[in-house]
């Protein structure tokens, strides 16, 4: 008896959908479901290491389609907001890899060093704008409200506010 091939093989819905770092910031099922590979947990120990060691360094992610940029991207800033409680599973396949790397992650866990993750999209317009979208987006998302981020509008309303007080006649004549 033969049988057709999709009844003896399936695909893992994990790996249909590719990762969006701004739709998937903290999905704990994202996360968990990383495959770490030794290239892939050398990247992420680097720029942990990076962090701890207080070092700037900016560096560039290159490979192609479906490597897995993105997920590598993705575990990293799980790793700098999340506890280590909800890591411990995706800590535990690192440390499967490379047991020193599953070190720094707990060093990085008992500092209970936390960054705010800004995802900057690509876009034509200007970067500074796309930076404080992204930034007001992370700020929103993590439910900090009492940090107000200058822009070009709230600008021109702080410019056209000191019109209004200081020279009222050319505020009008703007108005009009």
């Known amino acids: 008896d033969m049988y057709p091939l999709r009844e003896l093989v399936g695909v893992d819905r994990r790996f249909e959908k590719?990762?969006?770092l701004q739709l998937d910031l903290n999905d704990l099922n994202?996360?968990?479901?990383?495959?770490?590979?030794?290239?892939?947990?050398?990247?992420?120990?680097?720029?942990?290491?990076?962090?701890?060691?207080?070092?700037?360094?900016?560096?560039?992610?290159?490979?192609?389609?479906?490597?897995?940029?993105?997920?590598?991207?993705?575990?990293l800033l799980a790793i700098l907001n999340m506890d280590?409680?909800?890591?411990?599973?995706?800590?535990?396949?690192?440390?499967?890899?490379?047991?020193?790397?599953?070190?720094?992650?707990?060093?990085?866990?008992?500092?209970?060093?936390?960054?705010l993750p800004v995802v900057i999209s690509a876009s034509d317009d200007d970067l500074n704008q796309a930076f404080l979208?992204?930034?007001?987006?992370?700020?929103?998302?993590?439910?900090?409200?009492?940090?107000?981020?200058?822009s070009f509008y709230t600008e021109a309303l702080r410019v056209l506010e000191g019109w209004e007080k200081d020279f009222p006649d050319t505020y009008s004549k703007f108005e009009e």
Not at 46 to 74: F, T, V, W
Not at 84 to 110: H, P, Q, R, W, Y
Not at 133 to 150: M, P, S, V
């Open 18 to 20: 590719s990762i969006n």
């Open 30 to 75: 994202k996360v968990n479901g990383y495959i770490p590979t030794q290239s892939s947990v050398a990247i992420l120990k680097e720029y942990l290491n990076n962090i701890l060691e207080d070092k700037e360094k900016a560096s560039i992610l290159i490979g192609p389609y479906g490597k897995g940029k993105s997920h590598l991207l993705l575990v």
């Open 133 to 150: 979208l992204g930034l007001h987006e992370a700020l929103k998302q993590f439910g900090i409200k009492d940090i107000t981020i200058n």
């Open 84 to 115: 280590k409680a909800s890591l411990k599973t995706i800590i535990k396949k690192i440390s499967f890899v490379d047991e020193a790397a599953g070190e720094v992650i707990s060093n990085i866990c008992k500092q209970k060093l936390r960054f």
